[in-house]
């Protein structure tokens, strides 16, 4: 049943269109996911949708109750951030709407209450329209996605995976097409340009026929209706190669070749090694004090839920507390939720370039990998939406002179163009990464180790978030899980141990405990 259509809507801000909707329909009790690049109109086509905006143009059909959850919350309340969106959620959810419009609802949410969401909207019994940068939110609980595109709505019956495969399918065909019409558009130049040597040559008498001969034979005539008819031929095809359908060639991504000071001596070497760390605010204990290292090249996702002390830990290791030790040549760039490293007057160019050691070619590399392209890169910061904000700010750091990032929730107000983005350079970088995040697909792309804070303990995996989550949804298994992550945490006391003073006793105490997390780990 069509509970909600939208027919010739037309949208746009002064004289710029965000989106034209020709028709398209909500039924009753679907799960729509809204996707887009920031700035495409989708805040807006919500509150059109929830009758709290205007619209000079179309119209938003069906006697549909609906429920808007913003996306911009009053903050002036004593409460955090997290305890301010699960009030608004609650609100909306007991108003028990046909039509739930949902705007970024993961907003300050930890990865608990994110997946605590997830099973209440689940059970929701009207439908949904979410915009969300949380992919593994949107696979959860959407199964069509709307994407705002070039100032067009396009629909995908699929979740967010499924869509972005579909995605990937017409990049991939679009690429074939554009080498068929590569080699289509050489074999019709090379063809006209035969065809006008060959109309050129039939304009001159042959050396072998003399003028008086060739007037008596008529050669002039011949050769005059053989040239004709050549650049008719060739009009022919200079008339198919105009027609030809141009396909543009897909965007690739540009290589970037970075200089990481001592990255190379530092793989596989403990680079941060930390004994007996604990967590405290005032009197409150965050984490038991506990052993952990990490090593060059790591890339380690630190989790656990909102006020178990995750900023914390990363405050210690970069001030250098003493219950941790730093590499001396370990370097580095830390950031934070604040932004506080951007110049705002300065253009995007100079802040990035203001500390770093790559060239300018490296820097406007990485700022296009970012999608700051060409001269979007002399915008001044103080034009920048929060989401580009965020995007310069990671850039200033990533070609700073360091060697190791230590990144606080760096996904917040990036749309999912740009965590994607911002995920495919950290992949790619050769230095070591420490990251805090509640985004779990970005977790999953990223990390090979987690550190994960609860129930005031400190727990270590050497693995994917997809492995830590496996042994989190086992129940059977919890005995097994906890003795796992005893014997983890072991390995890396006595790593931390062999790494200062190497004995046999420790050696093969090392061994022993390698054997009973593979037993472990064959169960």
Not at 146 to 161: P, T
Not at 454 to 463: N, P
Request: aromatic share 6%; with cysteine.
């Amino acid at each position: 049943m069509i509970i909600k259509e939208i027919k010739q809507l037309k949208y746009g801000i002064r004289d710029r269109t965000l989106f034209e909707i020709p028709l398209v329909q909500v039924q009753a009790k679907q799960r729509i996911g809204l996707v887009g690049k920031n700035g495409t109109g989708k805040t807006s086509l919500l509150e059109i949708i929830a009758g709290k905006k205007r619209i000079e143009q179309g119209m938003v059909n069906g006697e549909a109750t609906t429920t808007l959850l913003p996306q911009l919350k009053q903050t002036n309340t004593v409460q955090s951030g997290g305890e301010i969106t699960q009030g608004y959620i609650d609100t909306a959810i007991a108003e028990k709407a046909d039509l739930l419009l949902a705007d970024e609802p993961t907003t300050n949410l930890d990865t608990e209450k994110i997946e605590k969401l997830e099973k209440t909207l689940q059970r929701f019994q009207g439908a949904i329209i979410a915009v969300s940068h949380d992919r593994a939110f949107l696979d959860a609980i959407c199964e069509t996605i709307w994407e705002i595109d070039d100032g067009k709505l396009h629909v995908y019956k699929r979740n967010y995976s499924e869509y972005v495969d579909q995605k990937e399918l017409k990049i991939r065909q679009q690429e074939a097409a554009y080498e068929t019409y590569m080699q289509k558009k050489h074999q019709l130049e090379q063809a006209l340009m035969q065809k006008e040597k060959k109309a050129n040559r039939a304009a001159k008498k042959p050396k072998n026929i003399s003028r008086s001969e060739a007037k008596i034979t008529g050669a002039k005539p011949y050769f005059a209706k053989k040239q004709k008819k050549l650049q008719q031929v060739a009009k022919s095809i200079e008339t198919r190669l105009d027609k030809l359908e141009k396909v543009e060639k897909v965007r690739e991504q540009p290589k970037i070749t970075m200089d990481l000071p001592s990255s190379e001596d530092h793989h596989g070497r403990f680079i941060i090694r930390g004994e007996h760390v604990g967590g405290k605010v005032g009197n409150r204990t965050l984490w038991n004090p506990t052993d952990f290292y990490i090593k060059g090249g790591d890339k380690v996702a630190l989790i656990g839920n909102n006020g178990t002390g995750k900023t914390t830990l990363i405050k210690q290791i970069v001030n250098n507390e003493p219950s941790i030790t730093v590499a001396p040549s370990v370097k580095l760039a830390y950031f934070s939720q604040n932004l506080d490293v951007l110049v705002k007057q300065d253009s995007i160019l100079d802040n990035v370039m203001s500390t770093s050691i790559q060239g300018e070619t490296t820097v406007r590399t990485v700022l296009a990998r970012l999608h700051f392209f060409r001269d979007d890169v002399y915008k001044p910061v103080h034009v920048l939406s929060g989401g580009e904000r965020v995007k310069v700010a990671f850039a200033k750091i990533f070609v700073s002179d360091s060697n190791m990032l230590i990144l606080d929730e760096p996904t917040n107000f990036l749309d999912i163009e740009a965590v994607e983005a911002l995920e495919a350079l950290l992949i790619d970088y050769e230095g070591t990464l420490l990251f805090v995040s509640h985004d779990r697909e970005f977790i999953n792309n990223i990390a090979n180790r987690i550190f994960s804070i609860e129930d005031k303990e400190m727990k270590i995996l050497d693995g994917t978030y997809e492995l830590y989550k496996s042994y989190s949804l086992k129940p059977e298994a919890n005995t097994d899980k906890q003795e796992l992550l005893v014997i983890e945490n072991k390995i890396t006391e006595v790593l931390g141990k062999l790494s200062l003073e190497p004995t046999e006793e420790l050696d093969q105490e090392f061994q022993e405990l390698l054997r009973l997390k593979n037993k472990l780990l064959s169960n």
